[in-house]
């Protein structure tokens, strides 16, 4: 799901880089973004997905089994989500053997890296982005993650 | 089998040699030499190694790798290398050091190394060389790790690994690095047109059973088409089904632990 806080940072960073469309697209919607110059506002098609990939005869995956709604964070009690910033297999230690990145109740900086999410068999670091106390895990390591989906709620400090 | 090894030279020449590979690349500066170390990987990460660098180790004990200590451990029969290189999209550092690692096998090996998706350099079905990317600050940390002088392997791994040794290539790990440093530098020179298709040519896998995971469970098919941008098709006895690059991984043979699809030699 593309939330309005997520289109406006991706129209910001737009407007940043001079960028004039941007098409993005996941299993559920399709988000398309133009701009016609710097003095226009942008303009935002949003609209359901009508093809999630494109594959030469290829019968619809099924879908998956309960998947995860991703759960937005709750407002009330001031709970901030990291998200995945894309789609892969969530890690939640370095290897198998290690212990994990961070714990409930672990402290975090902006840089502290808090899990890996892989994909191609590349891992990517994901970083904490802010300061605060990890309150809640929101996936099992070894687990899918989607564009956006919380990975960990935190209480910013 | 022969116990002859090709002659190879002594760490002392290894220093010179790569350099002068490295000074005809855009993508590799400057070389690390380590006489032993534990992983490249970790090496690179904890010495905070800008892009542009590569650390190689003339022997590494304890490479990460999920096909057990004795692949880890080069025992100087094999090389382990990690490329610092400046960040990318994780589908083209997949493509690129994949096709690295190929290329610079088939210039000992001619025509029989090719890539077991998304970045395992096999021959004869058999896994040659590994790959492992972590992206991190800003970079990405390339290790790739080939097997060049093994005559044996461990009887866990001898139905699963070979060597450009068992090839039949008579070779220097020296040279292999050398060959490595500049396939790399090649690959992350290429456009991604070039490299797209270079990848499609040596693809390993089409044609061939193989047993996926994915977040719905386990997939198993003949594989249709590999493309390493999007994902694979593969003939189910359900039919035709596509499987996204990005969540799908091949499942590990039966006799080996594994550990979601993390694989490599570094």
């Known amino acids: 799901m593309i939330d309005i806080r997520k289109l406006k940072e991706l129209v910001r960073l737009m407007t940043a880089s001079d960028l004039t469309e941007l098409d993005l697209r996941d299993k559920d919607e ?8 710097p003095q226009v506002a942008p303009q935002v098609i949003h ?8 594959a030469p005869a290829a019968t619809p995956a099924p879908a998956a089994p309960a998947a995860a709604a991703p759960a937005k964070p709750a407002a009330d009690e001031g709970l901030v989500a990291i998200e995945s910033p894309m789609v892969g297999t969530f890690y939640a230690s370095p290897s198998p053997d290690k212990p994990p990145f961070v714990a409930v109740g672990a402290q975090v900086g902006p840089n502290s890296v808090v899990c890996l999410v892989e994909a191609m068999k590349i891992f990517n670091e994901i970083k904490a982005e802010r ?10 390591s070894g687990q899918a993650v989607e564009f956006g989906q919380p990975l960990f709620m935190i209480k910013p400090s | 089998m022969s116990d002859r090894m090709h002659p190879q030279r002594p760490i002392e020449d290894w220093p010179d040699a790569l350099e002068a590979a490295a000074s005809a690349c855009r993508h590799v500066r400057r070389v690390q030499l380590l ?41 100087h029969e094999g090389i382990a290398v990690t490329f610092v290189v400046g960040d990318r999209p994780p589908e083209s550092l997949a493509m690129r050091s994949a096709v690295a690692a190929a290329t610079a096998a088939r210039t000992f090996a001619g025509d029989a190394p090719g890539i077991k998706w ?22 990405a940390l390339v290790g790739i790790g080939v097997n060049v002088l093994q005559q ?36 992350l020179e290429a456009t991604d047109d070039d490299i797209y298709r270079t990848y499609r040519g040596l693809d390993r ?46 499942a590990p043979p039966a006799s080996v632990s594994r550990y979601g699809g993390r694989d490599g030699s570094n």
């Open chain 1, 131 to 140: 300061s605060g106390t990890i309150v809640k895990m929101m996936v099992q």
């Open chain 1, 30 to 37: 399709q988000v398309t973004i133009r701009r016609a110059s």
């Open chain 2, 152 to 187: 044996s392997f461990p009887a866990e791994l001898a139905p699963h690994a070979t060597s450009l040794a068992l090839l039949g290539a008579a070779c220097d790990r020296l040279d292999v690095l050398a060959a490595l440093v500049a396939s790399l530098d090649a690959a």
């Open chain 2, 118 to 139: 998304p970045n395992d350099v096999v021959a004869g079905g058999r896994k040659l060389a590994g790959v492992l990317v972590e992206r991190s600050e800003g970079r």
């Open chain 2, 35 to 75: 006489r032993e170390t534990a992983s490249t990987q970790d090496h690179a990460r904890a010495s905070g190694a800008s892009a542009g660098t590569a650390v190689v180790a003339f022997r590494q004990t304890a490479g990460r790798g999920r096909l057990g200590r004795a692949w880890a451990d080069t025992a």
């Open chain 1, 47 to 54: 609209a359901p997905a009508v093809v999630h990939h494109a």
């Open chain 2, 205 to 250: 896998m089409c044609g061939n059973r193989v047993r996926f995971l994915t977040p719905d469970g386990a997939v198993e098919g003949t594989v249709r088409d590999v493309d390493p941008l999007h994902g694979l098709l593969v003939d189910t006895d359900a039919g035709p089904r596509f499987l996204p690059a990005a969540t799908t991984s091949v």
